[in-house]
């Protein structure tokens, strides 16, 4: 049976954002998505993502933080993102059926997807498309102090030629983390897992990751 496609206006506080929400018939997980910083839920590699992992048996529910909503350019303070991603997990509960509900975004949104579960939100797991571990040219200044204190399991799936993240530094902080954390490397991949050589659509490029987050989500015991 074909996937669902409902679009949503959501309350946050005194805003509305937009979602959308993808079902297939019988899926075994929901996954929650946000969008990075400079693009919103709309952006070609998020769709081709979440269309792939509906033809994977994932459910989603992508959204806008309020700044974009808005039309800002600069994203929302985490005290109001964190707020947004509690909001939606709770409505991404009311529209399952039951299934384990994960937390997913593309850099900026998979950060603070991680600083809400370090703060008490509920997720079976988390997802980041592009961990933003520090800043380009900034290593010294990691992003990764909240990450000791979650607990559920992490996918970090990072493009070996992301500047948002020094090989040996995430490296580190995932072996700091522990035995719920998994890196899986992106050969040659920068921080929108585009490889240099290789011609591909955006969309193309978000459904490539879907496999592996399938396949990460379905090995949960």
């Given at each position: ?12 506080e ?11 018939a ?16 709309e ?7 979440a ?9 989603t ?11 800002r350019?600069?994203?929302d303070?985490p ?39 370090a ?10 498309l592009g ?5 380009p ?9 909240h990450?000791?204190?979650v607990?559920?399991?992490?996918l ?20 700091r ?31 490539s ?13």
């Amino acid at each position: 049976m074909p996937s669902t496609e409902t679009p949503l206006s959501i309350t946050v506080e005194n805003s509305e954002v937009s979602a959308l929400h993808i079902r297939p018939a019988e899926p075994f997980a929901t996954l929650v998505v946000a969008h990075g910083a400079g693009a919103g839920m709309e952006h070609p590699f998020l769709q081709g993502f979440a269309e792939a992992m509906a033809d994977q048996g994932v459910a989603t529910l992508r959204f806008n933080f309020p700044y974009r909503e808005a039309g800002r350019r600069f994203p929302d303070r985490p005290p109001l993102a964190i707020a947004t991603w509690k909001v939606l997990m709770d409505r991404a509960a009311e529209l399952s059926d039951g299934e384990p509900l994960w937390a997913s975004g593309k850099s900026f949104g998979g950060r603070m997807a991680s600083m809400a579960v370090a703060e008490g939100m509920p997720a079976r797991g988390l997802v980041y498309l592009g961990y933003p571990l520090h800043a380009p040219g900034k290593p010294e200044k990691l992003r990764d102090e909240h990450l000791y204190g979650v607990t559920v399991p992490m996918l970090f799936l990072q493009g070996t030629r992301d500047t948002f993240a020094t090989p040996d530094l995430l490296e580190g902080v995932v072996d700091r983390i522990g035995p719920t954390a998994t890196l899986q490397w992106i050969e040659g991949g920068d921080h929108s897992f585009g490889v240099k050589g290789v011609k591909r659509s955006s969309a193309d490029v978000g459904a490539s990751l879907a496999p592996a987050v399938a396949s990460f989500i379905k090995a949960d015991p």
